[in-house]
Nanobody, 117 residues
Framework: QVQLVKSGGGLVQPGGSLRLSCAAS????????MSWYRQAPGKERELVAA????????NYADSVKGRFTISRDGAKNTVYLQMNSLKPEDTAVYYC??????????WGQGTQVTVSS
């Protein structure tokens, strides 16, 4: 069974940091591009960050550049999203995604991140 299990969501104050983790199982982790998406209330889901299969290249939404860092650990089959200098507008449900041009894609369960005093 393919699974993408998240952890690390929660409440954090503005300017604080939070780290999201997504552990993958049931597929070859190194064969997939990993990414993080988010969806705020009343808004469409947007791509936050992505990392290539080998971790050599990354891509970020303009709104999070310089504040968020995506990384992956092949030994643990896990992708991370380190979020620093958090702002209230970062509040959203965050999702991890695994995508392969050959095998399709998988979605993890959403995790709520709330940035508030």
């Amino acid at each position: 069974q393919v699974q993408l299990v998240k952890s690390g969501g929660g409440l954090v104050q503005p300017g604080g940091s939070l780290r999201l983790s997504c552990a993958a199982s049931g597929f070859t982790f190194s064969s997939y591009v990993m990414s993080w998406y988010r969806q705020a209330p009343g808004k469409e889901r947007e791509l936050v960050a992505a990392i290539t299969r080998t971790g050599v290249s990354t891509n970020y939404a303009d709104s999070v550049k310089g504040r968020f860092t995506i990384s992956r650990d092949g030994a643990k089959n896990t992708v991370y999203l380190q979020m620093n200098s958090l702002k209230p507008e970062d509040t959203a449900v965050y999702y991890c995604n695994a995508q392969s041009a050959t095998y399709g894609s998988y979605w993890g369960q959403g995790t709520q991140v709330t940035v508030s005093s």
